[in-house]
């Protein structure tokens, strides 16, 4: 029985997540028309949710203000017209917010089947990462097999999926971190080669590795310009965060002379329309690879939901490897 109010996170003032972040009582939303109700078991924890806890990255309209953008439960409660979903279905989905709490609302399009052998907690920490790496490095940035991706944060949650899934389409990787301990971990994650950016030039190193046919950049700032000097000829750089400033000056003879492409893309702001593409797209091609043990959810840590001012703060540390999960 789906019970009247469940616990979610609020978010009550304060910019420090041990000030902002509360267990609150709220009322239990249900499935509309096209929709599941997912009663949650675990909810990965993401940047963006940092932004929005900060007030910088407000939820797209229609979205629970609630945080929260993938999780992983049973489904509760199904909506007329929402396809191939019954009750009690496994199910990982993308949300648009809503998360951090016993149950959420889901466009039904945008939930995919629990991948074979994974549990709930590893479950919940694949959408997110999954979908963004895909959309970015494999759609807007086009890797095929025996190409190069560069990418930063290797130890991130976006990083160590990355990592996975370019080995696993025959791709060569180059990633980096901020000190050696992360380039190790890099390394033993699948990296090809392992870059410690407080020890050494990246783009110098990746120049004399043989160069990057696709970048993905979370940093921004000086990267970009470091990044365009690596890139082969018909390179792309795809932007994805910009932590060290959207602001840039760039050489626009190199992507003359290189003929590059600079790109980039947000996920949460997509239509609901766009969402569901990309689910089959993610379903079709990257499921096999999950459930194949080529591509992981590597968890550096879980908490309960209540303790979800200390997911944030881990997560805001900057030492974690993988996914922070919260498990309700």
């Known amino acids: 029985m789906i019970p009247d109010q469940m616990t979610a996170i609020a978010i009550e003032g304060g910019k420090g997540p041990a000030e902002a972040l509360k267990p609150a009582r709220i009322d239990t939303p ?3 028309r096209g929709q599941l109700l997912i009663q949650v078991r675990a909810a990965g924890v ?5 932004m929005q806890r900060q007030g910088f990255y407000p939820p797209p309209p229609g979205a629970s203000a609630t945080l929260g953008l993938e999780v992983a439960g049973e489904v509760a409660e199904v909506g007329p017209g929402a396809g191939r979903w019954a009750v009690g279905d496994a199910v990982t989905a ?3 917010g809503g998360g951090y709490a016993e149950y959420a609302v889901v466009d039904a ?3 995919l089947p629990t991948p074979k052998g994974l549990d709930f907690m590893q479950a919940a920490g694949l959408p997110e990462t999954v979908f963004t790496v895909f959309a970015n490095v494999f759609e807007h940035g086009a890797l095929k097999a025996g190409e190069t991706l560069l990418l930063h944060g290797a130890t991130s949650g976006i990083g160590v999926t990355a990592i996975q ?3 696993a389409a025959g791709a060569r990787v180059i990633a980096t971190g901020r000190g050696a301990d992360k380039a190790a971990r890099a390394k033993a994650l699948g990296a090809d080669l ?3 950016a407080n020890a050494e030039d990246f783009a110098e190193a990746v120049k004399a590795a043989g160069g990057a046919d696709v970048a993905l950049d979370m940093v921004g700032g000086d990267y970009v310009a470091k990044e365009l000097d690596a890139m082969n000829a018909g390179g792309r750089l795809v932007m994805i965060a910009t932590q060290a400033g ?3 000056e760039i050489n626009l003879l190199k ?4 003929r590059l492409t600079l790109t980039g893309s947000t996920l949460r702001p997509r239509g609901v329309d766009e969402k569901a593409r990309l689910a089959a797209a993610v379903e079709a091609a990257v499921w096999p690879w999950i459930e194949a043990g080529k591509v992981k959810c590597v968890i550096d840590q879980t908490f309960p939901l209540a303790e979800a001012a200390k997911a944030h703060a881990r997560l805001e540390g900057g030492s974690h490897v993988g996914k922070v999960v919260l498990v309700v």
Not at 46 to 50: A, E, V
Not at 255 to 258: A, D, N, S, Y
């Open 30 to 32: 249900r499935a509309g």
């Open 46 to 50: 993401n940047r963006p949710d940092l």
């Open 94 to 96: 993308l949300l648009g």
């Open 109 to 111: 399009r945008h939930a």
């Open 165 to 167: 899934m370019a080995k």
């Open 194 to 196: 392992a870059i410690d």
């Open 246 to 248: 959207a602001t840039v």
């Open 255 to 258: 992507i003359m002379q290189k």
